[in-house]
């Protein structure tokens, strides 16, 4: 049981969570203390913009409003927001005259109750703007009718009748398309978020909320008027999510992660590589002949691979050539992906981030519909499927909150500004004159016209508005508060700048240009303005395109230090039930206070590459955990099974992210070296995992080092009313970055940090890897005989067995002379101290390395017999399918073969033991499932397991008969 010092462990970090609450309150408090002292609010509103900025306004506003926070302080009373104001912004407004002077014809419309204003804008509608005017006439009706349907603090709430004339007018003007005719119906009624109420305008909803609403409106208007079904228009994608999912069933979704196996095989020499698959579906290539020659374990699922001889495996198979790459949505849930963006194939990680960002306001468009076929459609396009129940909008609405915190993070903007930009970019989305995509299949069937389609939205709409991302922000502020709505609004006005300033009250270092906002660069800055040079600086681009999994390498050593640790604590010690019940919590409490830190951090570091790398590892890792063993951030209470490095459940995590860790490592460094500097990996030396420090691998953290070396190298100027320009020295931050985190590097050699559970000693794979490592002898009948008289009772015989089982273990790791005696090995290489664990005197003085595995079977079968007299199971872990009954017919059958066997028996007695304990136990279940009807002797020949015997074995004594064969064989 967990000591008390496990307990004091879990009240440090309660403590500490309250330590932290402590700090932010005094904090405030010292914050609040400054600017009560200061003769200006200017301290004060800047404090408000360094927030905003962060986390926007329409949160902030909710912040201020909590009165649990106590944040009232912050805004000053001449920034105070009057009642019955509008705080809503329309950021619509972005999209120019056109859009402002149809809103008005709106707002005069409903005033007066007649459809007249209206009529004359659409007659002086400039039809050169061919899509603007009908999507800026149903953003009007959305914000002045369906929003104010619902808030009725601007004008009273229209009524049926006038709604109907509505209805009415924009049914029959050939102004709108029928997708959009539909959709400003669908508007005018608030009817919009029948299945999702997040969609649907109601009272009370949150600016926040009302602001993604706003968006996912938004850019439905632009797909429902600029993409009609057959179009041809590269947005027909995004439409057919949106209004006809039914239609995407087996598409590719765009920025869906896919098989890497067609990209290998192009790498590698076709002529001379063969492909393969293990019993579970697991693919390896065999080089040279492409004949396998040898046998091997499985990297995921550890089953045998390759063969002998030329001659492949009967349990494996030649592997499928057709693209595996997974159809529909497979992201998983928002709150397990990356909180970085990430890239796929030709996008940078700024523009997969965006591309999402659109593809979850599609789906969130078709999820908020009551038409179940839709919402049929929906669900069956999601891997894994969602709990049967589960709100399909509410998963794709998390993952658009998900995307906008991305995508803000990877262009350095906050949440208002990221909201303007995309307003910006479905406002040029709108204006663009498009060519039908001829010939391109929009219905993403395939890898490739997944790849073409995605190269092509990047181009016709990404390319521009990255580079001009930050020159269309300050225009669209600009528009935000030059709109004859927003003027009262002080708040806002004084957090973006939009009056002139005054001048200053307090002397010159309370001067207003001394304290106005200045974005930060930052690492997405610089990544999305490099791409237009990205063929210039080579380096830099590969390094910040891996960005996202390279920061990771910083916690590296303190993962594989925290396994060793685990593996030579616990490894052939502990079975999966023990580690399924031990707590990381009791794990602690059995360190010492200062190894307990230690233990600690390590878990600390695992748990922030897991979060940096999970997303990407479990899309593109070579090792992928199964989904039903997925793992998140460990904590006290999770079992220490997530831990452990092993092949299987929980700790295929563990294991996987080393892996993934130690590819992203070698992989930057091959790109390089070989891709880059056109030098041979072969000329790098490298060293092994276990060796490898912080100072050999590309090992940095963002904050402390990235940060600062691009700050370095950053100039940027501010003018009054033109914000801030920033420019990059990228030559010399190539050259600097190089120089401190890539050369020099050696390659990483991969060795397997793997444990094995006590039970997995029994594993046959286990004792051919023995055989093959040090050949076996028996040890002879006599001296068998004397260590059975020693071991009196079974709990010695259970502790030999133990002990020898861990021998075993560092056996097949290492190696040793088959004629170096056991006692020997166990004192001086193991440390054991064999006198206190063999117990036998016999044992000590007579067993070798080579009569190891004999000893093991002979005590197995004497600790079964043992067990069997006490009228115990003996076989406990082995499935119930294989405890049948022999029919009275059968045994004599086998009887009459036993007695055939004569001096032969024993032998069989401890081979049958080998092969029920190795090869028929619960955790092979999935693999022997119809082993059942297999012939008895067949299954064992098949497992290596088993001689030549004077008498074949009887055909009607099958697998399913195994343990009912042994224990007559035993005499038991």
């Not at 393969?276 to 290539?285: A, I, L, Q, S, V």
């Not at 991969?750 to 890897?769: C, G, K, P, Y």
């Not at 028996?778 to 009196?792: F, G, N, T, Y």
Request: negative net charge; aromatic residues 6%.
């Amino acid at each position: 049981a967990p000591t008390g010092r496990a307990s004091q462990h879990a009240d440090n970090l309660e403590n500490s969570a309250r330590q932290r609450q402590q700090i932010a309150h005094r904090l405030a408090q010292a914050a609040n203390n400054l600017c009560e002292a200061m003769t200006s609010p200017t301290v004060q509103i800047f404090l408000i913009k360094e927030i905003v900025h962060r986390i926007g306004l329409d949160r902030f506003r909710l912040a201020i409003a909590d009165p649990t926070l106590e944040l009232e302080w912050i805004v000053p009373d001449l920034l105070r927001h009057d009642e019955g104001e509008d705080a809503i912004p329309d950021r619509f407004i972005v999209l120019g005259e056109s859009y402002r002077t149809t809103r008005e014809a709106v707002t005069n419309a409903v005033l007066s109750s007649s459809t007249r204003p209206l009529e004359e804008v659409v007659t002086n509608t400039d039809r050169s703007l061919k899509h603007v005017a009908p999507v800026g006439l149903l953003l009007s009706l959305y914000r002045e009718v369906t929003m104010c349907q619902a808030e009725s603090s601007q004008f009273q709430p229209t009524g049926a009748e006038y709604l109907a004339k509505l209805r009415d007018f924009v049914g029959r003007r050939g102004l709108l398309r029928p997708d959009a005719s539909r959709l400003a119906l669908q508007l005018l009624g608030n009817e919009q978020g029948a299945a999702l109420a997040h969609v649907k305008v109601s009272p009370g909803q949150s600016g926040m909320v009302r602001s993604l609403a706003a968006l996912v409106v938004h850019f439905a208007c632009v797909l429902s008027q600029c993409a009609p079904p057959t179009s041809g228009h590269p947005l027909e994608v995004f439409a057919a999510l949106a209004f006809k999912p039914d239609t995407m069933r087996k598409a590719l979704l765009p920025t869906m992660p896919e098989d890497d196996l067609p990209a290998i095989r192009n790498a590698l020499p076709e002529s001379n590589t063969h492909w393969y698959e293990c019993p579970n579906g697991h693919r390896y290539y065999v080089a040279n002949c492409g004949s396998p020659m040898q046998e091997y374990q499985c990297n995921v699922c550890r089953v045998r691979i390759g063969g002998t001889s030329g001659t492949l495996d009967t349990a494996n198979r030649v592997a499928s050539a057709a693209d595996q790459s997974e159809s529909g949505h497979i992201l998983g849930a928002a709150h397990l992906r990356s909180a970085s963006a990430v890239p796929e194939r030709d996008l940078n990680p700024a523009s997969c981030a965006l591309m999402r960002i659109l593809l979850h306001m599609s789906l969130v468009w078709a999820a908020s519909s009551s038409d179940q076929g839709k919402l049929a459609a929906l669900a069956s396009i999601i891997h894994p499927a969602l709990p049967v129940g589960a709100n399909i909008g509410q998963f794709f609405w998390a993952h658009l909150e998900y995307d906008i915190q991305v995508f803000g993070r990877a262009v350095g903007k906050g949440f208002d500004d990221i909201l303007l930009s995309i307003h910006c970019l479905l406002g040029g989305m709108t204006n663009a004159n498009v060519n039908p995509s001829a010939g391109l299949d929009l219905r993403l069937s395939s890898r490739e016209s997944r790849r073409q389609w995605e190269g092509g939205i990047q181009r016709q709409y990404f390319t521009d508005f990255f580079q001009s991302i930050d020159g269309t922000v300050n225009a669209a502020r600009q528009a935000l508060h030059n709109d004859d709505r927003l003027k009262k609004d002080k708040l806002m006005r004084a957090v973006f700048e939009a009056d002139a300033r005054p001048a200053s009250e307090g002397g010159r270092h309370l001067d207003p240009y001394l304290w106005c906002y200045r974005e930060r660069a930052s690492v997405g800055d610089l990544t999305h303005r490099l791409a237009p040079q990205k063929e210039k600086y080579r380096v830099l681009f590969e390094f910040l395109h891996d960005e996202h999994k390279l920061r990771a390498l910083q916690y590296l050593p303190d993962i594989v230090q925290l396994q060793q640790r685990l593996v030579a604590r616990f490894s052939r010690r502990i079975d999966r039930r023990t580690a399924e019940a031990y707590t990381v919590k009791r794990l602690l409490s059995e360190f010492s206070d200062l190894d307990e830190r230690a233990v600690g951090a390590m878990v600390t570091a695992y748990n922030s590459a897991w979060s940096l790398v999970r997303e990407s590892l479990y899309q593109h890792g070579r090792l992928k955990p199964p989904d039903d063993c997925y793992y998140g951030s460990v904590s006290l209470e999770s079992p220490l099974s997530c831990l452990l490095p092993t092949a299987e459940g929980y700790g295929c995590n563990p294991s996987a992210l080393v892996e993934y860790l130690v590819s992203a490592h070698n992989g930057f460094l091959e790109k390089y070296y070989r891709g880059i500097r056109n030098v041979s990996t072969s000329d790098i030396h490298s060293v092994l995992l276990s060796d490898a420090t912080h100072a050999q691998l590309i090992s940095y953290d963002g904050s402390r080092h990235l940060l600062p070396l691009v700050l370095s190298h950053c100039h940027y100027t501010v003018e009054p009313g033109q914000g801030m320009l920033v420019q990059y020295d990228l030559a010399a931050l190539e050259k600097h970055l190089e120089q401190r985190f890539i050369i020099g590097r050696p390659m990483v050699d991969m060795a397997e940090i793997r444990l094995v559970f006590s039970e997995d000693v029994h594993n046959t794979s286990q004792m051919v890897a023995l055989r093959r490592r040090i050949p076996q002898a028996e040890l002879p009948k006599a001296s068998q005989h004397d260590i059975l008289s020693e071991l009196r009772d079974l709990p010695q015989v259970c502790s030999v067995i133990s002990d020898l089982e861990i021998t075993i273990g560092h056996l097949i790791a290492t190696g040793g002379r088959p004629d170096m005696m056991l006692a020997e090995y166990m004192d001086n290489v193991l440390k054991m101290k064999s006198d206190a664990k063999l117990i036998s005197q016999k044992l000590s003085h007579c067993c070798r390395l080579e009569n190891i595995l004999s000893v093991w079977c002979l005590l197995m079968v004497e600790r079964s017999k043992r067990l069997a007299m006490l009228r115990e199971d003996a076989f406990d872990d082995v499935a119930e399918t294989f405890k049948e009954e022999l029919q009275p017919e059968d045994r004599e059958d086998l009887e009459s073969w036993l007695a055939a066997l004569s001096q032969h028996r024993d032998t069989f007695v401890a081979e049958l033991l080998e092969f029920i304990v190795g090869e028929l136990n619960q955790r092979n279940a999935k693999r022997n499932h119809d082993w059942p009807d297999w012939s008895l002797m067949g299954a064992m020949d098949s497992c290596e397991i088993g001689g030549k015997y004077p008498k074949e074995m009887p055909d009607a004594l099958q697998c399913r008969h195994a343990v009912a064969v042994w224990m007559i064989a035993a005499r038991c």
